[in-house]
């Protein structure tokens, strides 16, 4: 009996479902309909391109350069110190609570 009630309530439930996707009137893939041509496309993306950011908030500028007031000879002395450091890899997060150690850190003259 249980089985016969399962089989029955199987075949409703796929009557409603046959009839739910007829009632919604599902109609196939739409073939594409270009509007323009491809030459037309073509130039009005080299026109896009040829008129720069249009979107764009900041006014372009051009660059400047600013003078230092140190040498090139003191930063390059730094740049070394820097990277022949024992410690320039350090990484706090490595350390207990996120703190390193006093004996690791350096301390800038």
Do not use: C, W
Not at 10 to 19: F, G, K, T
Not at 21 to 48: C, H, I
Not at 71 to 97: K, T
């Amino acid at each position: 009996m249980k089985t016969t009630s399962n089989i029955i309530a199987a075949a409703a439930l796929s009557l409603l479902a046959v009839a739910g996707a007829q009632a919604q009137g599902f109609e196939p893939v739409q073939p594409l309909k270009a509007v323009t041509s491809r030459t037309d496309v073509a130039a009005d993306a080299l026109g896009a391109a040829h008129r720069g950011n249009v979107y764009g908030d900041v006014v372009p500028a051009p660059l400047t350069s600013r003078p230092s007031s140190r040498d090139r000879a003191s930063i390059r002395a730094e740049a070394v110190a820097a990277a022949h450091a024992p410690n320039q890899n350090l990484d706090r997060r490595a350390f207990v609570n996120s703190e390193v150690p006093p004996q690791f850190r350096t301390t800038n003259p």
